[in-house]
């Protein structure tokens, strides 16, 4: 949706949201309606803010009134769900009040509802704002995968994805995410897409600790959506630059620290992985040369090797990766929700919201996402680094 009319719809939101709650706070607290009404105007005059020159020649704002407008944006999120929350539940109370032929305080009724509203909603921001700028625990995950030979029992595969550098997600944030995931000493890094909102001139400098990565077999990357509207072909220059695998419907071939001593070609299928990436699901609208492919993703592998593992960003690009003969994919993209309600909302595009899931043979593993998108915030979603450890079944 284009800016103006998105900013116009929010304004709207925002009077709703005013009309709805002031004249029940006034009548119980005057100072605090103006207060609210105050924060609403900010809410509703900001939130724009963090999109003026995205995507277009004009620059952007300061990193300053991008911080304000995504920080209402979360507040302002939280305020319109629990107004249409508080609305429900005054017209329940109304039905119950008709039907019961009972009294019911609506004055006191309204005014402490509104008062509720609002301070759960800047309560839920705040905790939210924390949850989100803390750095990611490390979540292990152990995914059983059947026949898995003795020589890959433990292999093991760090996992970020989200992290959306961006105006506020910036070089020190990742420098903490680098530092605790050199700490795993995991055989394979993965980025599942989603790594920046902008361009590479502008957050060159951000990205630039992801090169500190250390594992074994080093760190592959796949894109996400949001590298196609920040210019995923710069994007993906600048990361090979870095030193990072960027696997565009290709794989690569890891071996386990025993497979020197294979020699036949049963032996080091034994010992060997195959990791692929593909494309995002949605990359073929940005550039037909990028469509994602799992078939393509295995082209070449050796037919002996048979623990497969795919990085794709989105969760629906399972089906195709099951076919495909895959046993575990690895994606991001949801968020877990990021937050409450939009946890709920999930499942109307993706197959999985968070997780170890099962598809049909395959294991589908979704991360809640390493940082975050938009508003600096999380609340019952929170962000992980992820240390996938393969097991056998």
């Given at each position: 949706m284009p800016l103006r009319p998105l900013s116009i719809l929010t304004a709207l939101l925002h009077v709703y949201i005013g009309l709805r709650l002031l004249p029940a706070l006034a009548a119980l607290t005057p100072v605090g309606a103006l207060l609210l009404l105050a924060a609403l105007v900010v809410s509703a005059a900001t939130i724009p803010l963090p999109f003026v020159g995205l995507r277009t020649a004009r620059p952007p704002l300061p990193d300053a009134w991008r911080w304000l407008g995504l920080i209402s944006m979360g507040w302002f999120s939280s305020m319109f769900v629990l107004t249409l929350a508080r609305d429900a539940g005054l017209a329940l109370t109304w039905g119950g009040q008709w039907a019961a032929g009972g009294q019911v305080d609506w004055p006191g009724t309204q005014g402490w509802s509104a008062v509720a509203v609002v301070l759960l909603a800047t309560l839920v921001t705040t905790i939210g704002f924390f949850n989100a700028r803390r750095t990611a625990r490390v979540r292990t995950v152990e995914v059983p995968i059947d026949g898995l030979p003795p020589a890959l029992i433990g292999f093991t595969i760090?996992?970020?994805?989200?992290?959306?550098?961006?105006?506020?997600?910036?070089?020190?944030?990742?420098?903490?995410?680098?530092?605790?995931?050199?700490?795993?000493?995991?055989?394979?890094?993965?980025?599942?897409?989603?790594?920046?909102?902008?361009?590479?001139?502008?957050?060159?400098?951000?990205?630039?600790?992801?090169?500190?990565?250390?594992?074994?077999?080093?760190?592959?990357?796949?894109?996400?959506?949001?590298?196609?509207?920040?210019?995923?072909?710069?994007?993906?220059?600048?990361?090979?630059?870095?030193?990072?695998?960027?696997?565009?419907?290709?794989?690569?071939?890891?071996?386990?620290?025993?497979?020197?001593?294979?020699?036949?070609?049963?032996?080091?299928?034994?010992?060997?992985?195959?990791?692929?990436?593909?494309?995002?699901?949605?990359?073929?609208?940005?550039?037909?040369?990028?469509?994602?492919?799992?078939?393509a993703a295995l082209a070449g592998a050796p037919d002996a090797i048979t623990t497969r593992v795919l990085l794709a960003h989105q969760p629906r690009s399972a089906p195709a990766a099951a076919e495909a003969g895959f046993q575990l994919q690895i994606s991001g993209h949801t968020h877990g929700g990021q937050f409450f309600p939009w946890n709920l909302f999930v499942p109307l595009q993706q197959p999985f919201t968070a997780g170890l899931n099962r598809l049909e043979g395959m294991w589908v593993y979704t991360s809640r996402g390493t940082g975050y998108w938009g508003p600096p915030k999380r609340f019952g979603a929170p962000s992980e680094i992820t240390l996938l450890r393969l097991v056998a079944r």
């Open positions: 760090a996992q970020l994805s989200d992290i959306h550098v961006g105006p506020t997600i910036r070089r020190g944030y990742i420098q903490r995410i680098v530092d605790a995931v050199n700490r795993l000493e995991a055989d394979a890094i993965a980025i599942t897409g989603d790594l920046v909102d902008g361009s590479v001139a502008e957050l060159r400098d951000h990205i630039a600790p992801l090169a500190d990565l250390r594992a074994r077999h080093g760190t592959f990357v796949v894109t996400g959506n949001h590298e196609y509207y920040a210019g995923a072909h710069a994007w993906i220059d600048e990361l090979r630059r870095l030193g990072l695998r960027v696997l565009l419907n290709e794989h690569v071939l890891l071996a386990a620290r025993r497979a020197k001593g294979a020699q036949t070609d049963e032996e080091v299928g034994a010992m060997t992985l195959v990791l692929a990436g593909v494309t995002d699901y949605t990359a073929v609208h940005f550039d037909a040369a990028h469509a994602s492919d799992p078939q």
